[in-house]
């Protein structure tokens, strides 16, 4: 019994060094909802998909840090919430939410603003407005 106990408490050790190394990143989020003017149902397969990206660089390609993307269940307004890694956030860059809604690769919806977030904690649930691809 005695031969049992170091080799139980290595056992527990190692099971939590390896739960603190498996878990996740801190996360924070962005929340809000969609919505579009038109008076229109949506179709059943229709998909949003909402980003949040840093638009730092203006010569280059925004940098994607989360995405909610699925199957639209309901009508507008459809709230969304974009969960993020705080530690991938730099204070002097600059973030955006944008959203779309597409059907079957279709584009039907677009945001067409600039809908700015700090990521500082500070950010008010967002309303994103969608207009309509023509």
């Given at each position: 019994?005695?031969?049992?106990?170091?080799l139980?408490?290595?056992?527990?050790?190692t099971a939590?060094?390896?739960?603190?190394?498996?878990?996740?990143?801190?996360?924070?989020?962005v929340?809000?909802?969609?919505?579009?003017l038109?008076?229109?149902s949506l179709?059943?397969?229709?998909v949003?998909s909402?980003?949040?990206?840093?638009?730092s660089?203006?010569?280059?390609p925004?940098?994607?840090?989360?995405?909610?993307?699925?199957?639209?269940s309901?009508?507008?307004?459809?709230?969304f919430?974009?969960?993020?890694n705080?530690?991938?956030?730099?204070p002097?860059?600059?973030?955006s939410?944008?959203?779309?809604?597409?059907?079957?690769?279709?584009?039907?919806?677009?945001?067409?603003?600039?809908?700015?977030?700090?990521?500082?904690?500070?950010?008010q649930?967002?309303?994103?407005?969608?207009?309509?691809?023509?």
């Amino acid at each position: 019994m005695n031969r049992l106990l170091p080799l139980l408490a290595t056992s527990l050790l190692t099971a939590g060094l390896l739960s603190a190394c498996t878990s996740q990143a801190p996360t924070a989020s962005v929340t809000g909802e969609v919505f579009y003017l038109q008076r229109m149902s949506l179709p059943p397969q229709a998909v949003l998909s909402v980003t949040l990206q840093d638009v730092s660089l203006a010569d280059a390609p925004a940098i994607e840090l989360a995405r909610q993307q699925g199957t639209v269940s309901g009508q507008v307004p459809l709230p969304f919430r974009l969960d993020y890694n705080p530690q991938q956030v730099d204070p002097h860059h600059r973030y955006s939410v944008s959203a779309r809604i597409e059907q079957e690769g279709r584009l039907l919806f677009i945001s067409t603003q600039h809908y700015s977030v700090k990521l500082d904690g500070s950010d008010q649930p967002l309303r994103i407005k969608l207009d309509p691809i023509r």
